[in-house]
């Protein structure tokens, strides 16, 4: 997401002198006028150039026109993100052709200089230019802009984003080497696409790229936009630095050639080692111990050597020890050197955090990944659920040091059944990490409900959360503290039950065996509702949270995406003083392709019981099967709402 724009002083744009001829052409193209209301704007043209130079620098040209076909909160915006080490804008210009035939050149008192993170450190060198579009510019305008920026970087990829959310006519990415050199290209989320050759010059071109809607549930947006991956070969008497990228065995070789020595075992590192394991009894207590004091060091956004590495190489790990703070790929080495030292040897992972189908293995290249973890080899006396069986590798224990909320054993949600690249020189390997089964993430709930006598109830609920769902609810006890807990559950208990009173929220954290607790005293001032003086009908599934996924009735058009987990819930409430169960509802069990359901209501012993498990299987399905995934979870709100009657004696 971008950073917030600092207001742009007001200033009056210049009338334009020499708008380049490709503004003018892209301007005078039709658009149609049957877009849906959302759409407030429509690309007319976007193209990137890039060069490479024979010692590998590049320098790249975007173009972008844009034309306004709605009014909207958001005007258009020209954005590049640069690195200030690696590289420089060389030129930021941009224009606003008027429906009037007014033509504006924005100077250069209107490009802001941004940082691309929030929180200023010492190592904040990823910056972008911007320059907005006036968002007063009426409906028919067209905004342009165009930017050089120059690179000098180790990189023989590049990747390419054909279009963002908005219509695009006409979408062109060229790439021009030097004579002697090769390209090839991968397209994703796209049909087969074959470049135009000129020369040492390759071009590939969309055009009439759709709207992408923006709907709940659906996969990551770089897994559904056209997106290319270039790599280019360089000749024989290239630079050594500018390595091919001919396979993910390079890719590892390249990268472990600057991962692996910053993971050296120092003295500080030994001593640190021998102190943090000197209780530990077992292998698994060992790595437990190395990986709780990493995950608390602190985190700092660190690029290093840019220009030599891509920004990919680690401090050493004396360093990062000695300052107590670094970034993924310094705390993945901090790991790897107290675990070398403690007899235990390791890989670095590189992964793509956030989206678990980003990285495609048909493209071999580094600039796939955001993010490092550790794989440590383990024994077979190691048994936890996040473990990988390599061929070559042996068994390999996969774990995020750089989460501080999820332990040793399990992964974040985002991670999992992901391909990520083993750092293992020349023999490492593209692997798919761990996908854990639906019992690993659960959650389980018992709810005891009393009734007060004036029409309302006292319950207790004790919920027990397991996996990625207890990573979550750690996260926020942490981060919110009880207070914010407190204040979450009463929006969500009133939004069900109107009148909520909590009284006791507290939460219980068993790290250690990947799981925590939660208990909940709470006070629903009227539960039910009485009908003709003698009739009470209540809904005791209303006691707990609504599903995780429900679907509104619509056409979709994005593929659907439902995560794995599992939820049992049980609850209890005692018959009211003088009533008796007169009708309840039958059994239900629903099976499908996206899970399971099961809910059943039982009396005895004076009380009602309502039981009901979900599993949700982890699913990427077209838009065609929306109907079906809607009407399963459709099935489970039924259930869970299905009322109890209860007759007054």
């Not at 005791?540 to 056409?555: A, E, H, M, Q, R």
Request: hydrophobic share 40%; charged share 25%; aromatic share 8%.
């Amino acid at each position: 997401m971008k950073p917030a724009l600092v207001l742009l002083l007001a200033c009056a744009p210049a009338l334009a002198k020499d708008i380049p001829v490709w503004v003018h052409e892209a301007a005078r193209q039709t658009v149609k006028s049957d877009y849906p209301s959302k759409v407030t704007a429509v690309v007319l043209f976007q193209e990137e150039r890039l060069g490479v130079d024979p010692d590998g620098k590049r320098t790249m040209t975007e173009r972008r026109a844009t034309k306004i076909v709605q009014s909207g909160r958001h005007a258009p915006i020209a954005w590049r993100e640069y690195n200030t080490k690696a590289g420089r804008i060389r030129d930021f210009r941009a224009w606003l052709l008027l429906p009037s035939g007014k033509e504006i050149e924005y100077g250069k008192n209107r490009v802001v200089d941004v940082a691309m993170t929030e929180d200023k450190t010492p190592y904040d060198e990823e910056r972008a230019k911007v320059i907005e579009c006036d968002p007063d510019a009426p409906v028919g305008s067209v905004f342009a802009y165009e930017v050089t920026e120059e690179e000098a970087t180790v990189f023989t990829t590049h990747p390419y984003l054909f279009q963002e959310s908005a219509p695009v006519l006409l979408s062109r990415f060229a790439l021009s080497l030097p004579a002697g050199w090769e390209a090839r290209g991968t397209i994703f989320n796209h049909g087969g696409l074959q470049p135009k050759m000129d020369g040492s010059t390759y071009t590939w071109e969309l055009r009439d790229l759709p709207w992408i809607a923006d709907e709940e549930y659906s996969p990551g947006f770089l897994a559904i936009v056209p997106r290319l991956g270039v790599t280019y070969f360089p000749a024989s008497a290239a630079k050594p630095e500018l390595v091919p990228f001919k396979d993910w065995h390079t890719v590892s070789a390249w990268h472990a050639g600057f991962a692996d020595p910053a993971a050296e075992v120092t003295p500080s590192i030994r001593a640190k080692s021998d102190e943090l394991t000197s209780q530990a009894k077992t292998e698994t207590d060992k790595i437990r111990s190395v990986a709780a004091f990493v995950q608390q060091t602190n985190y700092v956004s660190v690029d290093l050597n840019v220009m030599h590495g891509g920004g990919y190489i680690p401090r050493p790990a004396s360093q990062v020890l000695a300052k107590n703070y670094g970034d993924c790929k310094d705390k993945a080495t901090l790991m790897r050197a107290l675990l070398k030292a403690a007899g235990i040897d390791s890989y670095e992972v590189v992964v793509h955090a956030g989206d678990r189908r980003f990285v495609r293995p048909e493209w071999p290249s580094p600039m796939q990944f955001n993010h490092a973890i550790v794989a440590v080899k383990i024994s077979a006396a190691t048994n936890l659920p996040a473990v990988l069986e390599h061929a070559r590798m042996g068994r390999l224990l996969i774990f995020d040091p750089t989460d501080p909320s999820t332990p040793v054993g399990d992964l974040p949600r985002e991670e999992q059944g992901s391909y990520a690249l083993v750092i293992a020189g020349g023999e490492g390997d593209l692997v798919k990490l761990p996908q854990l089964p639906p019992e690993t993430n659960r959650i389980g709930r018992v709810v005891d409900v009393q009734w007060n006598g004036s029409g309302g109830v006292s319950a207790r609920m004790l919920t027990q959360y397991f996996g990625q769902s207890g990573s979550a609810m750690r996260r926020a006890a942490v981060e919110g503290g009880v207070d914010e807990l407190k204040r979450g559950l009463e929006r969500s208990f009133s939004r069900r039950l109107g009148g909520v009173t909590l009284d006791k929220v507290a939460p219980a954290d068993h790290a250690r065996e990947g799981w925590i607790e939660l208990a909940v005293d709470f006070g629903v001032r009227q539960f039910g509702q009485f009908m003709q003086g003698r009739m009470l009908v209540i809904k005791p599934g209303s006691l707990v949270p609504d599903p995780d996924y429900i679907f509104p009735n619509k056409t979709r058009q994005l593929p659907v995406k439902l995560s794995a987990r599992l939820r049992k819930d049980l609850v209890t409430i005692k018959l009211p003083e003088g009533f008796t169960v007169d009708e309840m509802p039958d059994r239900v069990e629903v099976e499908s392709s996206y899970g399971t359901y099961r809910a059943s209501w039982k009396t005895g012993n004076g009380s009602v019981t309502f039981e009901q498990l979900l599993e949700v299987k982890d699913t990427i399905a077209d838009a065609a099967e929306y109907p079906r995934i809607k009407d399963f979870f459709d099935k489970v709100s039924g259930g869970q709402g299905a009322p109890v009657v209860l007759l007054k004696r």
